[in-house]
């Protein structure tokens, strides 16, 4: 099944970008209000990109993500950078593993959200956008696999696995590397 090779062929990588990721510090309470507005930043640097290149192949794509972390962004009053990095997908199949990320990184988004209620130095950004307990998100994610399953013989699964750790790997390279204003 597609939904197995994706979850077991992107795992290495999808460790990799949580290792380097700052949501552990919420995770056990540890982050300050600077490396949040820096894990925001990263975010917002990685899947504004990845959603852009979603949506030149699936009209229909809503860059939802994208748009949270604006709003957190903008709430926090930090200031955004323009985005350098390049990102780019050849094909549906491969925006289809791109959102199998995308999609998938909702349900750690909860978990992290309810963790940022026991972190004191969270409150002034709270409601946090990005990260929250909206029951859309997992609803989406259900929809979504249940799509994978259902045209599994239509896709071609190499590129979408390919889009899938082309996706890891672009949150990897925005992860490892500073911002310029952190």
């Known amino acids: 099944m597609i ?8 795992k290495e990588l999808h460790q990799a970008v949580e290792n380097e990721n700052l949501a552990y ?8 209000a600077d490396e949040y507005l820096i894990l925001l930043k990263q975010n917002y640097a990685a899947y504004s990109n990845v959603e852009k290149a979603i949506l030149k192949h699936e009209e229909k ?6 748009e949270l972390l604006l709003k957190d962004l903008e ?3 930090t200031v ?9 997908l050849k094909n549906k199949d491969q925006s289809i593993g ?38 859309s ?19 071609n699964h190499e590129e979408v696995l390919l889009g899938a750790k082309k996706t890891f790997e672009h949150f990897l390279k925005i992860f490892i590397t500073p911002l310029a204003n952190q």
């Open 3 to 10: 939904t197995t090779r994706l979850k077991e062929e992107t």
């Open 25 to 32: 510090k919420i995770i056990n309470h540890t982050i300050s």
């Open 61 to 66: 794509y809503k860059p939802i993500k994208f």
């Open 75 to 77: 709430q926090a009053n």
């Open 80 to 88: 955004i950078e323009p985005l350098y990095t390049s990102f780019s």
């Open 98 to 135: 791109a959102q199998y990320v995308i999609k998938g990184s909702s349900l750690g988004g909860s978990f992290i959200a309810k963790q940022m209620l026991d972190c004191p130095q969270l409150k002034p950004f709270l409601p946090a956008y990005f990260f929250s307990t909206d029951k």
């Open 137 to 155: 998100a997992i609803k989406d994610w259900n929809q979504f696999t249940r799509y994978l399953k259902e045209n599994e013989k239509l896709l």
